[in-house]
């Protein structure tokens, strides 16, 4: 009977075993639009969870295009195909995925400030709900530092984002009262989509000694538009990231948007298999920040960069 025993004992550990070994896992990806920042967010996240799981864990990645209403498809889709975790790039992602499910864990990267984006007073940290992941914010004040540095006989800032992005406004807020401690006007100059970037740039360097712009999902994708009146006009612009400032600026204070991805991964990695609360799990943020560089455009518009700023590659 003992050996019996044993043997049963044995043949429900090796089944406990193989139903560990083999759980898999689907994840819903929904990025809001296709520029470098959040491609680099999206492919550090698959990177990072698959080096934990392998062939475990498969990827349903969607493109929005840079339509919130889009998003909300795409989260639908994913709550309807009952996916274990979804993980929104961007702040529209992120709100649209919170408006499809309270039940299913996301995780949200690429987002600047979580208590603007779900509307959370008394901000700790944690969310409360189904919700975490990571935040792309670098240090404003810094930026603005980084703005005086290289700028500090600039008598007015341009401040140019869309205004249908709350981290974008919550940005510039925060940035303006940075600046003005600097002793800087700032004006702000806002778009509501691709359609009037270049027009509201143009107002932007008719106005401003010197353009700032924040991680702004919309004008990541209209770089070239915004290049293209911001170069002929001699009018510098200092990015909220890497992204912005290859395609169109002169410097940046940039996190690594695939560091942040790969992060987020690692959270989904501790939500899925170690069953960590994501409610009580805080919004995590890049642990470096890099002064980096356009070297093409600092040399066009005679700005003469520091020693201690390393340069945009390709």
């Known amino acids: 009977?003992?050996?019996?025993?044993?043997?049963?004992?044995?043949?429900?550990?090796?089944?406990?075993?193989?139903?560990?070994?083999?759980?898999?896992?689907?994840?819903?990806?929904?990025?809001?639009?296709?520029?470098?920042?959040?491609?680099?967010?999206?492919?550090?996240?698959?990177?990072?969870?698959?080096?934990?799981?392998?062939?475990?864990?498969?990827?349903?990645?969607q493109n929005a295009s840079g339509d919130s209403n889009t998003c909300s498809t795409i989260v639908n889709s994913f709550v309807s195909n009952n996916v274990n975790l979804i993980m929104a790039n961007a702040t529209p992602a992120l709100q649209a995925a919170v408006a499809a499910t309270g039940d299913i864990p996301i995780l949200g990267t690429s987002v600047t400030d979580y208590a603007t984006a779900?509307?959370?007073?008394?901000?700790?940290?944690?969310?409360?709900?189904?919700?975490?992941?990571?935040?792309?914010?670098?240090?404003?004040?810094?930026?603005?530092?980084?703005?005086?540095?290289?700028?500090?006989?600039?008598?007015?800032?341009?401040?140019?984002?869309?205004?249908?992005?709350?981290?974008?406004?919550?940005?510039?807020?925060?940035?303006?009262?940075?600046?003005?401690?600097?002793?800087?006007?700032?004006?702000?100059?806002?778009?509501?989509?691709?359609?009037?970037?270049?027009?509201?740039?143009?107002?932007?360097?008719?106005?401003?000694?010197?353009?700032y712009i924040p991680t702004d999902n919309t004008a990541a994708s209209?770089?070239?538009?915004?290049?293209?009146?911001?170069?002929?006009?001699?009018?510098?612009?200092?990015?909220?990231e890497e992204g912005i400032c290859k395609g169109c600026g002169v410097a940046t204070l940039s996190i690594s948007y695939y560091d942040l991805g790969c992060a987020t991964g690692e959270m989904a990695y501790e939500v899925l298999v170690n069953g960590a609360d994501v409610a009580t799990l805080d919004v995590a943020f890049a642990p470096n920040v890099t002064k980096e560089y356009n070297a093409e455009l600092a040399e066009l518009l005679g700005v003469s960069i520091p020693e201690d700023y390393v340069a945009i590659e390709g």
Request: charged share 15%.
């Open 1 to 61: 009977m003992k050996k019996l025993l044993a043997i049963l004992a044995a043949v429900a550990l090796c089944l406990g075993m193989t139903a560990v070994a083999e759980a898999t896992y689907i994840v819903g990806v929904c990025q809001l639009v296709q520029h470098p920042a959040l491609d680099a967010a999206t492919q550090g996240f698959q990177d990072a969870l698959t080096a934990k799981l392998g062939d475990a864990v498969t990827f349903d990645v």
């Open 118 to 211: 779900l509307d959370i007073d008394d901000w700790t940290g944690a969310t409360g709900m189904n919700v975490s992941g990571t935040s792309d914010l670098a240090p404003l004040d810094q930026q603005a530092a980084m703005l005086h540095e290289l700028f500090p006989d600039a008598k007015t800032v341009g401040l140019l984002y869309c205004s249908a992005e709350p981290n974008s406004k919550y940005q510039v807020d925060v940035i303006t009262g940075y600046l003005t401690e600097l002793g800087y006007e700032t004006a702000e100059f806002t778009f509501a989509d691709s359609n009037d970037v270049a027009s509201v740039a143009q107002s932007a360097c008719d106005g401003c000694d010197v353009i």
């Open 222 to 240: 209209c770089t070239e538009a915004i290049r293209n009146v911001v170069e002929p006009a001699a009018k510098p612009v200092i990015a909220g």
